[in-house]
């Protein structure tokens, strides 16, 4: 016994002899920093929007098939194409923005709180999560937002969802105190590739973004002005434009990415620098897999002779196109469009139909001699040693090659999104007392939305007469009904928000315009989740098994049947 | 290799010149006895020859031998006696050996015990087994020889890591690997990397780089009281390693040469393929014959029929047979292993220097090894010392790239077209040396030559290990032990994707860095007395164990130089940095009570400080007992039926630690460099937790270990329980949470079970014996509790098909999940009642288990004369595994039950057509459709809204569409039992006999043996696949795109002077 106690006695004394000190020191990770600069949270956050693969995936897999811009494409036509839920898939958003952007956010205005010197990241800080919270609540409906992002701040590992009504009037309080707080004379945002520390822009943003909030929910207003969400609406958007809105697109709200080569490796999905929209658009297999345009699409912009038809789209022969840039393709574009005009009769151009694939309705080579189509093509059989006849899908439309460049900025908001919220609030459905008019701020998005393009998409300025022209067009053309003002504005608002597709589907939905033709169920590829095209995306499965009563909570909420089907609750018809 | 040849050669000529040779010999009789009267089948032989009899009935013999010869005397269990021929008549009295009785055991701290003093159960595995019939990795070698160790390789082949568990999963969440011990120091069993999700290459581990020749004995300590005194790093079992020292014969110098060489191939194949359909989809080809080259949807295969495919060749449009295992070349593995050793009473030295160079089944991979390996002993008055310098060359050249890998050429391969004829893809290149696009550019479909001819992968491992041991012998009771070990570890994987590659289109280069650096300290005070009845032993020591990681990953993407690959040559360069850092501190006590050798108490305590908890919260102890009695010591009387008994009990607690730096949150910049602005975020996904306690793993045993008619047969039983709580989990959480999981205490899993070992000496007669063991092991290992408000963790996900394994409440550790077909109250398969598609639940079920229900290994050998012939079965029965390549067979077309509905769903497309009908809804009409309308049948039913009731389903599909959604949509109808045996090893040996061997002794030993692993699957239950195929070492029951396995044959080489 004696033996064990001295034993006991060494154990002690070599055990105390270890401090504690040494023991931290060597617990310490030498590679990673225990504080960081909240603006360089702010710019991983703005990066993740349109820099993060994981994420941006869901535009390809399903936000492009619902708006019904893009088609054709396997990913788009298995998924939003043909309804097929995946929860993976369905799941992205959910997984990447909460545990990045959402994360960080919360953790950097949590370290600047209170911070008189921080004041400005902060406010930039609370602005850019209400954005990313609307992202989130506006796929899925009721979302954690609150309670959220907080796992080692609090230790909350289940967050409750807050209801989406909650969570609207949560953001225009929190995006006017956020606007409101930013001071000259505070520390400046020193990392901001959205806005590069510019804090006159950073409350222009606040400020158009309650615009665009409270527009999302002109539909109660719309149904009785009286009600108190309709009253809460008019007001914010009234308030908002008091408080000073873009006025210009020196003012958008567009994230900076760089150049940087096309990359599917594993690394490239933690690489937010290039614009990872314009990498999807590129493809991972591109020579099989470009993006073709929907026929919806195609016709909005060909049929009103949009000038930006071209800008957006073009047609290619990608057989030579190179495999690690956009360059190489055989652009045929003026030649199909020349002969196309030249034979009004005749469906040169074919285009992909919802819920086709690129295969599905396969052209035939239009054998007109001497037609400019014909010519381009006797002159690549020379140039090329190829035959462009034996697969002629170069037919259908795809977008145009500028739109494939990953030093494209990520587009969060735009002051031609701010002309047609402007719009649409002036006119005769709404006329709410702005003190604005309607027709003007509509031909001033449109023209915004062309300058837009050509502004950052390194196309030659549209010439006035062919933006004067396009505003002649008969349907461009302002209307005179109230109905026809909205649609036209907000159809309008469906082409600028290509570049946005989380806020083309969200508008989309909001006002119904453009009208959507489903997929034909019965057509070649079945729809298996449904025939009419869905509304929402369902929550990740997994949050059954991790945070059940929360997630039943949210679903219990949804009236009627919880599927995809089931409108938002902004969603008002 | 060719000089072996020849000396082999040489060797079997001799052998049959001297089989020719009789002698003319005087007969010698007699009887053979004990203390109890006479022994049958106690052997007899003329020493230094081949010529032995057994006693019969009565105990009598007779030899021929002559006066002056030595005849040798030997029985099991009893001292062997060597007596002069100087009569005709030598009757012999046997004696009891006490060395049998009591086997000596390596223990914790390599502390040589008696067997029978010990309360729990030691396993153990001689070194002379594995160096015949050679893996490359040792650890492949223990499958099947030990009762609840389990082992299973990955498809990663010759290159690539194994898997060992003792008694089932312990920790939720971690390796669960046991801790490898080699001469008192712990070893970095590191596992550089493995597949995962994404794929990726396995990268071997630490305890590939162990040369099997070096091996003296492998003891298996499974439970927490066999392991208690090794701490925090012992909580799922010990496997100690003691290595050769110089041979302590006669002579002062002996040399050793051990050869082995073997030819690799194919074990699995992959032949559940139909062969009707041809490539393409919906049953028709395109002209371009580039798209749907993965898919055998076409039309059926027709000789006559020929396509111009990529390369601007016409190729027929027939099936070709044998298509993936035609990829494959035969393997070759030579292992070379030299020692010298050399003796001169106290002193001794040892010198090993093993070769081995592999050239595996996939074209263009190959890997060596050199190990140099020095061990000196002396002693200098009271002190004992023995030093080992151990160094290790690893090098591989592509490694094979597993799992959902773009670059696994398995996986790319078994998708490849019925009509696809693979060694078209041998153009794999442009005349610019980029990549040829044969299939769209589909960056999922990588030609698999391109992969391993113009991609390349390589790492270098050189591993230095050093340890030092001196014993003081004080009194001749009380010894001081001073062990040092160190191990440096440097390892370098780069992989290169040349530009062009489908999904690295600019090309890429990673190289990592990994630089690990342990070091072990330990002192310890051993104290063995005897007073009367009583033998006590007691033991004190304290350790420091550090260990001090760093990594570093250089990538570069973008080749703007294609003429070198480095990273300079890349435009876009970007640098991740990670460290591992930890120490742990402990002191420990043992004291072990014997009394008159028969009952035997031991304790054990041992206190670890580890740095990687926060203070207040690292220092914990836990302590062990165990108990033995040895009751044969009481029926002394019966000793012929039942020579040795013993009932044994043990309970233990161990504790252990986590992962460095989980305490605190950390940023990190990101790994690119930006202008104008920094990107930078919180670093990791896991919430960290500063007030992390140790996990505490309790358990108890108690089993029993006999022998039976003269040592004939042994009967070992074990049945143990542990229950670990508390556990340190990385517990997945909602994201919503802004991390996918969070570091806690909580859990708790259970692990409860039986082994039996059975060893017997089924005959023995003069020239013949035969010996049969078996071991059987069931481990129950259930996952009693989480944490609140979860019942499921998830522990590792698949790619396709939303399946995941998780530990869920209640069930076996290991569930496979996923969302379910649909099915109504009577079982039937709800479809859609527009599509006929089948439909899914929404909720994920539990559809298998990845655990073996239980595990047994068979040996046996048969010895006549010279010859061995020794066969080891590994048997594993009731685990399930998802098979993604079936999966992938299913969706591609190309299992033959993809045939069910083809023809005639192709006949009612074209008489669709030629009605000029475009609706499918209007097909479907009888009155349109003629009774031609046909195709696949879901075997379900609908839900009738207008009747209420449930209707047999009535809608054809195609084919095609339907596998395409069972193999999307849910893993159920791809989950297999994943039951087998396997024939693990079969070796025949000619053992030459002495008088064969030069008369003046020189050459001391001679065997040639013809060797097989693996050579054959006894039964399966899954197809096309090895069981063994998992892409990585979690073993948690998920196989995609496995290589075929191999299996090998050849020859093994010694020969001693």
Not at chain 2, 357 to 384: E, F, Q, W, Y
């Amino acid at each position: 016994m004696k033996k064990n106690l001295y034993i006991l006695l060494a154990c002690a004394v070599v055990l105390a002899s270890c401090s504690d000190k040494i023991y931290e020191e060597i617990n310490t990770d030498f590679t990673k920093a225990e504080t960081i600069n909240p603006a360089f949270q702010l710019s991983y956050a703005e990066l993740q929007i349109f820099g993060d693969m994981n994420y941006v995936d869901v535009h390809r897999l399903y936000t492009y098939a619902f708006t019904q811009h893009l088609m054709g494409c396997w990913n788009t036509t298995n998924y939003g194409g043909q309804h097929r839920m995946d929860d993976n898939e369905m799941a992205r958003p959910w997984n990447n923005l909460y545990t990045a952007a959402f994360r960080n956010l919360t953790d950097a205005i949590a370290h600047t709180d209170g911070d008189k010197e921080q004041v400005n990241v902060n406010a930039a800080l609370r602005i850019f999560r209400v954005y990313v919270g609307s992202l989130l609540t506006d796929y899925y409906g009721d979302v954690p937002y609150t309670e959220a992002g907080l796992g080692h701040l609090t230790g909350v590992s289940q967050p409750k969802y807050d209801t989406q009504e909650e969570l609207y009037r949560l953001f225009f309080k929190e995006l006017k105190a956020a606007a409101g707080q930013f001071d000259v004379t505070a520390k400046a945002i020193d990392s901001d590739p959205m806005f590069n520390g510019d804090i006159e822009a950073w409350r222009k943003f606040a400020n158009s973004l309650r615009l665009r909030y409270a527009m999302r929910l002109s539909g109660f207003y719309e149904k009785d002005p009286a009600s108190d969400i309709a009253v809460l609406a008019k007001s914010e958007f009234l308030d908002a434009l008091k408080a000073g809105v873009m006025t210009s697109s020196a003012d958008d709200a567009c994230v900076h990415h760089d150049k940087v080569s096309y990359s599917f490796g594993q690394e490239s999905y933690k690489d937010f620098r290039g614009n990872a929209l314009s990498k999807y658009f590129y493809g991972n297999d591109p020579a099989n897999n470009p993006s073709y345009v929907c026929q919806t699409f195609w016709e909005k912009l060909y049929n009103n002779h949009d000038p930006r038809t071209t800008l957006l789209c073009g047609f290619y022969i990608d057989d030579f196109m190179s495999i690690s840039t956009g360059e190489g393709r055989l652009d045929v574009t003026d030649a199909v469009l020349a002969t196309q005009a030249a034979n009004p009769d005749k469906d040169i151009i074919s285009t992909v139909a919802p819920g086709e694939f690129s295969w599905d309705n396969w052209p035939t080579y239009p054998n007109i001699s001497g037609s400019a189509l014909d010519s381009r093509m006797q002159e690549i059989k020379v140039t090329h040693d190829f035959d462009p006849a034996k697969d002629p899908r170069w037919l259908k439309p795809k977008l145009a090659n500028n739109l494939l460049r990953s030093q494209n900025p990520g587009v969060i908001m735009t002051y031609a999104e701010v002309c047609f919220l402007r719009a649409e609030a002036a006119a005769g459905l709404l006329g709410w007392e702005t003190g604005d008019i309607a027709q003007e701020w509509y031909e001033e998005g449109i023209r915004a939305a062309i300058y837009f393009l050509t502004d950052n998409y390194n196309y030659d300025y549209v010439l006035d007469s062919d933006i004067a022209a396009y505003l002649a067009e008969p349907t461009i053309k302002w209307g005179v009904t109230p109905e026809q003002q909205k649609s036209q504005i907000n159809t309008q608002a469906w082409i600028l928000h290509f570049h946005n597709p989380a806020e083309a589907w969200a508008n989309q939905r909001r006002s119904d315009i453009p009208v959507l033709t489903p997929p034909d169920p019965a057509g070649k590829n079945p729809l298996v989740d449904g025939n009419a095209i869905p509304v929402r995306l369902c929550y990740p499965l997994k949050e059954e098994t991790y945070s059940l009563d929360a997630y039943q909570a949210a679903k219990d909420r949804v009236a009627g049947d919880y599927s995809w089907h089931a409108r938002l609750w902004w969603d008002v018809k | 290799m060719i000089s072996e040849f020849r000396r082999v050669l040489c060797l079997i000529a001799l052998f049959l010149g001297v089989t020719g040779i009789a002698f003319a010999q005087n007969m010698v009789t007699g009887t053979v006895v004990d203390a109890d009267g006479p022994l049958i089948g106690a052997s007899v032989l003329v020493k230094g020859t081949t010529r032995g009899t057994i006693t019969d009935f009565d105990g009598n013999y007779s030899i021929e031998a002559n006066i002056g010869d030595e005849l040798e005397f030997s029985y099991m269990g009893y001292s062997a006696q060597t007596i002069p021929v100087t009569s005709n008549t030598i009757d012999v009295t046997m004696h009891e050996d006490t060395e049998v009785l009591s086997e000596v055991v390596v223990t914790a701290m390599g502390i040589k015990r008696d067997r029978k003093a010990l309360g729990y159960e030691v396993g153990e595995v001689k070194g002379e087994d594995l160096t015949k019939a050679k893996e490359t990795n040792v650890a492949n070698s223990l499958a099947g020889r030990v009762a609840g160790l389990v082992v299973q390789g990955t498809a990663g082949g010759a290159s690539g890591s194994t898997r060992v568990m003792l008694r089932g999963t312990t920790e939720m969440t971690g390796n669960n690997q046991p801790l490898y011990v080699i001469d008192g120091v712990p070893m970095d069993n590191t596992n550089y990397g493995s597949a995962g999700t994404e794929g990726g290459y396995d990268l071997g581990d630490g305890i590939s780089s162990i040369n099997p020749d070096d091996i003296e004995t492998m003891s298996v300590l499974k439970g927490p009281a066999a392991a208690a005194l090794y701490g925090s790093r012992a909580s799922h079992g010990v496997i100690l390693i003691t290595t050769k020292k110089a041979d302590t014969g006669d002579s002062k110098w002996s040399v050793e040469y051990n050869g082995t060489l073997t030819f690799d191939s194919q074990l699995s194949k992959w032949d559940n393929v139909q062969q009707v359909y041809g490539m393409g989809s919906e049953g028709m080809y395109n002209i371009d014959a580039v798209s749907n080259t993965n898919k055998s949807w076409g039309p059926k295969a027709d000789e006559g029929l020929t396509l111009r495919y990529f390369d601007g060749q016409e190729h027929p449009f027939k099936i070709i047979p044998n298509n993936t295992a035609n990829f494959f070349e035969l393997g070759l593995t030579a292992t070379n292993t030299a020692v010298v050793s050399m003796n001169t009473g106290r002193t001794g030295i040892r010198f090993t220097y093993t070769d081995m160079r592999n050239k595996d089944i996939l074209p263009n991979s190959n890997m060596s090894r050199n190990t140099l390996n020095l061990r000196a002993n002396t002693s200098i008055g009271p002190v004992d010392l023995d030093f080992t310098v151990n160094y290790t060359h690893e090098d591989v050249k592509n490694r094979p790239a597993l799992g959902d890998d773009k670059s696994n050429v398995g996986k790319n391969l078994m998708t490849l077209s019925t009509t696809y004829d693979q060694q078209w893809l041998k153009n794999y290149q442009t005349a610019d040396g980029e990549y040829q696009n044969w299939n769209g550019m589909d960056p999922y479909n990588v030609n698999p030559y391109w992969d391993i001819n113009k991609n390349k992968n390589q790492s270098y491992k050189d591993l230095f290990r050093m340890n030092g041991k001196i014993v003081y012998n004080i009194i001749p009771q009380l010894k001081i032990q001073a062990t040092v070990g160190a191990e440096l570890n440097r390892f370098q994987f780069s992989d290169f994707k040349y530009p062009t590659t489908p999904g690295y289109e600019s090309g890429r280069l990673q190289n990592s860095f990994f630089n690990n650096r342990m070091f072990n300290a330990e002192l310890l005070a051993i104290y063995t007395d005897t007073w009367g009845d009583f033998d006590f032993t007691a033991t004190a020591g304290a350790n420091i164990y550090n260990v001090n990681n760093h990594t570093t990953v250089n990538t570069g993407t973008d080749m703007g130089m294609r003429e070198i690959v480095t990273i300079a040559s890349f435009q876009d360069q970007s640098v991740e940095e990670n460290a591992y850092k930890k120490r742990i501190v402990s002191v420990f006590g043992s004291a072990n009570l014997g009394w008159r050798h028969m009952l035997y108490l031991d304790a054990t305590v041992r206190g670890d400080k580890s740095s990687s908890l926060a203070s207040g919260k690292n220092l914990y102890v836990y302590p062990s007992v165990s108990a033995s009695w040895v009751f044969s010591e009481l029926i002394k009387s019966n000793r012929k039926v039942l020579p040795y008994g013993k009932l044994r009990l043990s309970w233990a607690e161990v504790g252990s630690d986590t992962d460095p730096y989980q305490l605190g949150l950390r940023y990190s910049k990101s790994q690119f460099g930006t202008s104008g602005y920094t990107i930078g975020s919180v670093y990791g996904n896991l919430v960290p937790n500063p007030d992390l306690r140790p996990t505490r793993t309790r358990s108890w045993e108690t089993g029993f270990e006999t022998k039976w008619c003269n040592h004939r047969i042994s009967l070992d039983f074990t049945f143990y329980h542990q229950t670990s709580r508390d556990q340190i989990i990385a517990m997945a959480t909602s994201p919503t949470s802004g991390y996918d999981y969070r570091l806690i205490n909580a859990g708790a899993i259970l692990n409860q079970g039986f082994e039996i070992t059975f060893g017997s000496r089924i005959v023995q007669t003069k020239d013949f014996s035969w010996d049969l063991n078996i071991n059987w092991s069931k481990n129950n290992n259930k996952v009693l509790a989480l944490t609140e408000g979860t019942t499921e963790l998830e522990l590792a996900k698949a790619t396709w098909c939303n399946v995941y394994v998780s530990a869920r409440e209640g069930e076996q550790y290991g569930s496979i999940c996923g969302p379910a077909l649909a099915r109504n109250a009577d079982g039937r398969v709800i479809v859609d009642a527009n599509t006929g598609l089948p439909t899914f639940t929404t909720e994920n079920k539990v559809l298998g288990n990845a655990q073996w229900d239980w595990t047994g290994g068979l040996s046996t050998t048969l010895r006549w004369r010279m010859l061995t012939l020794t066969a080891l079965f590994d048997v594993k029965v009731g685990a399930d595994l998802f098979s993604m390549s079936e999966r992938a067979a299913f969706e591609t077309g190309k299992a033959k039950e993809t045939l069910a509905g083809r023809a005639e769903w192709y006949a009612s497309e074209e008489a669709r057509k030629a009605a000029g009908v475009t609706s499918m809804a209007e097909w479907r009409k009888a009155e349109v459709n003629q009774g031609q309308y046909n195709g696949y049948l879901v075997d379900g039913v609908y839900w009738d809204k207008a009747s209420g009731t449930w209707k047999e389903n009535n809608i054809y599909v195609n084919p095609e569409d339907y596998w395409y959604e069972v193999s999307r949509k849910s893993p159920e109808m791809f989950i297999y039992d994943n039951s087998y045996i396997k024939c693990r090893e079969l070796t025949l040996s000619l053992d030459f006999p002495k008088e064969w061997l030069d008369k003046k002794g020189i050459v001391k030993h001679v065997g040639i043996s013809f060797v097989a692993r693996n050579p054959f699957i006894v039964w399966k239950n899954i197809k096309d696949i090895d069981p063994d195929a998992q892409y990585n070492t979690s073993g948690l029951g998920l196989e995609y795109g496995s290589l075929p396995s191999r299996r090998s044959y050849g020859l093994n080489f010694n020969i001693k002077f």
